[in-house]
């Protein structure tokens, strides 16, 4: 099974629906962050979340919103999406535990496509 | 204005050979530096790193090698295989901020037979 699964994969929306997309980790990591690629610009960060009481702006956070619901859950919403949202959206956790410098691992991907 | 920069879109290199990967790098406060490989429909996965006290780390048929003072690092996959043919993240991040990963637009290395 995987450790970071993100649902939906692929989601068609219209301008100016709310839409939410959720990832789950059983890695037991306590840091996860929400990143948009597009092409050519390779991932950007737009939130991301140390702890379950702890929520932080990245590079591009404007239109985006979050909810922590709990260690393992971290989803991300587009309150009113807009057609320059079209992207592919990465979720990633990480441990900063023991001293060692942290890696992130990510989910599949949700391809979302604004129209 | 970028600060972890892939030059490189894409490069094909043909299968044994040497695969040669490049970054350059501005923020003179990055200390961590990621090397993530993507396959098409999945999420990056973590490749090989160094930290900025050593100039060269290697495993296995992966090497990446860090010089400072130019702020480029490079990724060295020998032999290369089929199986490398994927899209190349390089990332850095200062010990100030270690969780916040930047992440340069990918490089897409095709291995021809």
């Known amino acids: 099974d995987a450790d970071v699964t993100q649902t939906p994969r692929n989601r068609i929306t219209k301008t100016g629906k709310r839409i939410m997309l959720e990832c789950s980790q059983t890695k037991g990591h306590d840091r996860m962050y929400w990143y948009r690629q597009d092409p050519g610009l390779g991932l950007q960060l737009i939130y991301y979340s140390f702890d379950v009481k702890d929520i932080n702006k990245g590079e591009i956070s404007d239109g985006y919103s979050v909810s922590r619901q709990a260690q393992a859950k971290f989803s991300l919403s587009l309150e009113s999406a807009i057609p320059n949202q079209t992207a592919l959206y990465f979720c990633a956790t990480s441990d900063p535990g023991q001293g060692k410098k942290e890696t992130q691992y990510f989910g599949p991907g949700t391809r979302l496509l604004v129209l | 204005d970028q600060q972890v920069k892939q030059n490189s879109p894409s490069l094909s290199v043909q299968e044994g050979r040497i695969s040669i990967l490049n970054c350059d790098y501005t923020?003179?406060?990055?200390?961590?530096f990621l090397w993530y490989k993507k396959y098409p429909a999945e999420g990056p996965t973590f490749l090989i790193s160094i930290s900025s006290i050593k100039d060269k780390n290697e495993d296995g048929r992966f090497t990446v090698f860090l010089n400072k003072s130019a702020k480029h690092l490079s990724l060295h996959i020998v032999p290369s295989q089929p199986g490398d043919s994927a899209v190349y993240f390089c990332?850095?991040?200062?010990?100030?901020?270690?969780?916040?990963?930047?992440f340069g637009s990918g490089t897409r290395l095709s291995i021809r037979p």
């Open positions: 923020n003179s406060m990055f200390d961590y």
């Open positions: 990332a850095a991040s200062a010990y100030s901020s270690a969780s916040k990963i930047i």
